[in-house]
């Protein structure tokens, strides 16, 4: 447990002292009040040792009320582990060239599917899922849902794609998730035809598309849906992933990325040409960290079909930190009541 307010804990441990300390010199002083007038050896034995510690009682109640609502004034928070409300997931999967690796048996791309599909398998039954292939251009291939077998068939559709535009697949997928957005996707396609110089690193820019003004709010605040990203290299087209990342941010969408591939790289043969790719780890979990979400890193098909069971166990359940204030102030007016009742009761007063 930890506190907001840690200062106000001097409260807790001082005043409850104070109060104590107070009630024992009542205590002293009305038991010299009444030595002076009556001999209490008389009467003792008619109240009886039942009675005698009753008196205590509804002090000691009083007592706990204070230092609960001490505590309560401190704002403690717990993290505990609750049932996740996520209903939609999207899960954006890198096609560029890159996954035609074959470091990954047999090789990166049907690692990515096989883990994929268990993903989709082992689902909550409550979570629609809807899916993005991005290379060149981010494709939304399936829109949400619950259906197994269309998201199944759509994974076994990915096809290969020259570029890697991480930045344009966390605005369909978000463009997915949240309909009303308004996000123009056709404003992310990128055509190969239009480059007219392909040394000309900024033509491979595309800017942050249209979409509708929102209030940005806290990051991490949307409870329904959650992007999932997984790539094996590094950006090369289209819209900046981070400030994509802080656009899903201010929505409040979280994105947990996945990490396919090593640190130092692998090589990539085609027809004539050959590509050395190399897993950006950075980007990955920046994006992850601006949206509050969690990277994984995966470098060999186990490893990334357990990162797809550890996401599937976090949409079930999650560990969320939760003030615990209110059940203080309520168990400090619970006692303070009892200590009334009951002070009542036996003395037909409050002390």
Not at 57 to 76: D, E, H, K, N, S
Not at 251 to 266: L, Q, S
Request: hydrophobic letters at 50%.
């Amino acid at each position: 447990m930890t506190f907001i307010w840690p200062q106000a804990l001097w409260l807790a441990a001082c005043l409850p002292l104070a109060l104590l300390g107070a009630y024992l010199w009542m205590l002293r002083r009305r038991k010299r009040a009444a030595v002076r007038y009556a001999s209490l050896d008389l009467v003792r034995p008619a109240i009886g040792r039942g009675a005698r510690v009753r008196r205590h009682v509804p002090p000691a109640l009083f007592l706990l009320a204070i230092v609960a609502v001490a505590i309560g004034l401190a704002r403690p928070v717990a993290r505990i582990t609750l049932p996740s409300v996520h209903q939609t997931v999207i899960l954006a999967i890198d096609v560029s060239l890159s996954m035609s690796a074959d470091d990954v048996d047999p090789n990166r791309l049907t690692a990515a599917q096989v883990a994929a599909k268990s993903f989709v398998e082992a689902r909550p039954a409550d979570v629609r899922v809807g899916l993005v292939a991005f290379g060149g251009n981010a494709i939304v291939v399936q829109q949400p849902t619950s259906n197994r077998e269309d998201l199944l068939e759509a994974i076994d559709r990915f096809q290969l794609q020259r570029g890697t535009a991480t930045g344009s697949a966390l605005y369909a997928a978000l463009a997915t998730l949240l309909p009303d957005a308004g996000i123009d996707l056709q404003a992310l396609e990128f055509k190969w035809e239009n480059i007219r110089n392909s040394r000309d690193a900024s033509q491979f820019a595309l800017k942050q598309p249209a979409m509708k003004a929102a209030e940005p709010v806290p990051p991490g605040s949307y409870d329904h849906g959650a992007i999932i990203l997984m790539s094996d290299g590094k950006s090369t087209i289209g819209p900046s992933p981070l400030d994509a990342a802080r656009i899903v941010a201010g929505r409040g969408v979280r994105v947990f990325t996945v990490g396919f591939g090593t640190p130092e790289g692998a090589m990539v043969r085609g027809d004539g040409w050959s590509l050395f790719v190399k897993l950006d780890e950075e980007t990955l979990k920046s994006i992850a960290d601006i949206t509050k979400g969690i990277y994984f890193r995966a470098s060999t098909a186990d490893e990334l079909k357990k990162a797809y069971r550890d996401l599937n166990t976090r949409l079930v359940l999650e560990r969320k930190d939760v003030e615990l204030t209110f059940g203080f102030v309520a168990a400090s007016a619970v006692l303070l009541l009892a200590s009334a009742l009951l002070s009542m009761v036996w003395f037909g007063r409050t002390q």
